[in-house]
């Protein structure tokens, strides 16, 4: 009798919980932020993970995970019960390894977005461009860990409350430069990509605000990257005279916004410039920089060190 009564409960736990003899194992099942329970159970049935859907959606109830179904991509090596499933899809247990990413100092939004798009096969390069690109130059710089069920806002959430992390040591010294936040920002992204070391950077700093201060236009070459999408630049004479209000050659000011997410030593400069009587630099063909205080000390640079 007990035998029997045994047989009778593994032919149940067969029917009812066991994995289809058709599960698919190494499969990886995408669970979109927002999907709904029927939705998800459907899928999860049509792709032979589970042989209930019925019973897969009741589990989920059970579980009071009917409306916390966590997104992500989730990755299944071999047969599991249908207690499992259920188990992994409440708890977000994704079978995948969480995601590490660096972002280099000076990555623009757009770089940002391909590197993303490439970690994360479920976040399009357009919805990171369309999440990020209002944040451009506030979103710091570091390395980061995500989880798989990571979207475009998550990472975006991410690097936005890094930067005001480390932003926020500095809030007294931006108050007290005479900048706003906006200004020292977009100034440290112009530094980014003008120098190298922090000396440099500082020495390009002192000089691109007393331009600023005697209304001189900035005419920085580092812009033309941004308006291009390159990460390199070199203008040509017909490039110094394209219509972007990123031209510094056209427009006086500082650009509109930060032209990359500059990192800390770069914000640091922008805070700190060497006080120069320095009105123009150039990186000569010796990979070092050479500075003037005239026009014509400009020139004689450029015919020593570009030539």
Known sequence: MAASIAGMLLVSYALVFAPPS???SGTVLLVQRGEGVPD???????????AH???????????DAGN?????????PRPESVLSVAYRLSHGEYGIPS??????????????????????PEISAEDMRAAGMKYEGYLFPDT???????????VIAAMRGNFETKIAPLKESIAASGHSLSAVITMASLLEKEARTL????????????????????????????????????????????DSPYNTYLHKGLPPGPINNPGLESIE?????TKTPYLYYLTGNDNQMHYASTYAGHLANQRSYLR
Not at 40 to 50: E, L, S, Y
Not at 68 to 73: D, F, P, R
Not at 269 to 273: E, R
């Open 199 to 242: 000396e440099s950077k500082k020495m390009v700093a002192g000089i691109l605000w007393n331009r600023l201060a005697l209304g001189m236009p900035l005419q920085v070459d580092a812009v033309f990257g941004y308006i291009y999408n390159r990460e390199t630049y070199s203008p040509s004479y017909a490039d110094l005279k394209v």
């Open 144 to 154: 980061y860990t995500f989880p798989p069920g990571t979207d475009a806002d998550s």
């Open 68 to 76: 916390t179904v966590q997104a992500g991509a989730y990755r299944f």
């Open 53 to 63: 859907p019925s019973v897969l959606r009741f589990i989920l109830r059970v579980m």
């Open 99 to 120: 995601v590490r990413i660096t972002v280099t100092e000076g990555a623009t939004v757009r770089e940002l977005a391909d590197q993303v798009a490439a970690a994360f």
């Open 22 to 24: 058709s599960f698919p």
């Open 40 to 50: 998800i159970v459907k899928k999860f049935a049509d792709a032979h993970i589970v």
């Open 269 to 273: 400069a922008a805070l700190s410039p």
